[in-house]
């Protein structure tokens, strides 16, 4: 048997921690230290507890680490990491700027280590159903598309009691939650084109927008739309946080809140995968995210994701904000064009 890679986590809040429960049933992976500036998170999250990324990187010396924390501090923290060679998975946001996500490609590239955005969407069974059964080929091909999010978490006096800090976040639904659904879509219907997007704020308590419509353009010339709030709910604690509809030549599929992929006929919807996923987050994308890191890492193959790679997803959400500030439509470059500010 394989021995299992030694990683570590920095950051054990709200999300560290379903980081934590994927992990602890991935056999290919053990983590063996956590880092978090509440020491007694970190307690609960490893055998081994630090406050201080520095320390427990030298301490530890591990195989991997796994940057779960608020995004303003991923590029130093890769910069910790890339310093001793070390390869990373790292939450999505990226980084709070463009420039900044930049820079964490350049800082992965010049250190030769393995980067990895930790992007759980289109790790979810129902959309990894929906490819399959797009390659099939019945289908034939896709002619739009459209996601519908929703989550009461947003709404009221005290939105997002989980993710308190959502609250003062300048740039918050596209930047945090729909930038899932864009990369989701290009993992389905292939590279954008362009990106038109409006948004709102409806919660006065926050700071950031609340409400996004986007048109999204991919260079087949097959448009989709991507519509999401966080103040309303489709269906209580739906797995896909909303649904999907999906329309191709010669047919169409059917996402529903509960995760079940339904086929469209002339008679009726029917049933193509029934989920029956219980464990984890949302499908348990995480776990299937975190292991897609360390198989791919033990292999020495590309990662589905890497940083170099979700560059174009950024640049598809930055897309979004300036098109809303422009009024107009805005064209999401090329990674060849990205590259070039490398």
């Given amino acids: 048997m394989t021995t299992p890679l030694r990683g570590v986590i920095a950051g054990c809040g709200f999300f560290g921690q379903i ?45 991997f680490l796994d940057i779960a924390t608020r995004p303003e501090l991923h590029l130093p923290m890769l910069r910790i990491a890339a310093a001793r060679r070390l390869p990373v998975i790292c939450q999505k946001p990226m980084a709070p700027s463009w420039e900044d996500c930049l820079e964490m490609v350049r800082v992965a590239d010049a250190a030769g280590i393995p980067f990895m955005i930790h992007e759980n969407w289109r790790w979810q069974p129902w959309y990894r159903v929906i490819a399959a059964e797009m390659a099939a080929g019945g289908l034939g091909a896709p002619v739009t598309y459209t996601f519908r999010t929703r989550k009461r978490d947003g709404a009221g006096a005290d939105p997002y009691l989980l993710q308190p800090y959502f609250r003062t976040m300048p740039r918050l639904l596209l930047f945090e939650t729909l930038v899932h659904h864009i990369d989701t879509a290009r993992f389905l219907f292939g590279e954008l084109n362009t990106i038109y997007a409006h948004l709102r704020r409806v919660n006065q308590r926050i700071l950031g927008e609340d409400h996004v419509l986007m048109v999204a353009t991919h260079e087949s010339g097959l ?120």
């Fill in 19 to 63: 980081h934590m429960e994927g992990w602890r049933r991935i056999p290919e992976a053990e983590i063996v230290a956590a880092c978090d500036t509440d020491l007694a998170k970190a307690q609960q999250a490893a055998p081994q507890a630090f406050d201080d990324l520095e320390r427990m990187l030298d301490a530890v010396k591990p195989d």
């Fill in 223 to 342: 448009s989709g739309v991507i519509n999401g709030n966080r103040f309303l709910d489709l269906s209580p604690d739906s797995p896909p946080l909303g649904d999907g509809f999906f329309e191709f030549e010669n047919g169409a599929l059917r996402l529903a809140p509960t995760g079940d992929v339904l086929r469209v006929t002339p008679t009726g919807d029917e049933l193509l995968w029934k989920n029956d996923v219980t464990s984890g987050y949302r499908g348990d994308s995480v776990r299937a995210t975190s292991q897609h890191f360390v198989r791919t890492l033990a292999a020495g193959q590309t990662f589905e994701t890497t940083g170099r790679d979700y560059l174009v997803t950024v640049a598809a959400v930055e897309a979004g904000y300036r098109s809303h500030a422009a009024g107009a439509a805005v064209r999401v470059p090329r990674l060849s064009e990205i590259e070039k500010e490398l």
